[in-house]
């Protein structure tokens, strides 16, 4: 099993800054990819941003610019950097973990528990 704890979630006003972290543990050995999903309030989960192993990092369409994936796929750490944030950004942010690969479908093999975003205008 792995274990995915995120931090960093906050009130922020928009406009402004907030970077995420997120840190597995357990039986990593197998994790080849890692991301950045939210969902907010009575919308579907989306793809926020993920790292997979070999492959240059992939944004969804609305943090295209804003946001920035960072992290080690070895020491198992991942971050987000989130710049001119916005109230449409407000959210509950979840990290993800596969053995395989994270797209926008949302199937992931681990998840954690989530760390919530709120951007005020």
């Known amino acids: 099993q792995v274990q995915l704890v995120e931090s960093g979630g906050g009130l922020v006003q928009a406009g402004g800054s907030l970077r995420l972290s997120c840190v597995a543990s357990?039986?990593?050995?197998?994790?080849?990819?890692m991301g950045w999903y939210r969902q907010a309030p009575g919308k579907q989960r989306e793809l926020v941003a993920a790292?997979?192993?070999?492959?240059?990092?992939n944004y969804g369409d609305a943090v295209k610019g804003r946001f920035s994936i960072s992290g080690d796929l070895v020491k198992d750490t991942l971050y987000l950097q989130m710049n001119n944030v916005q109230p449409e950004d407000t959210a509950v942010y979840y990290c993800?973990?596969?053995?395989?690969?994270?797209?926008?479908?949302?199937?992931?093999?681990?998840w954690g528990r989530g760390t919530q975003v709120t951007v005020s205008s």
């Open positions: 993800a973990a596969d053995q395989i690969i994270l797209g926008t479908g949302g199937n992931a093999d681990y």
């Open positions: 357990g039986s990593t050995h197998n994790i080849r990819a």
């Open positions: 790292m997979t192993s070999g492959l240059s990092p």
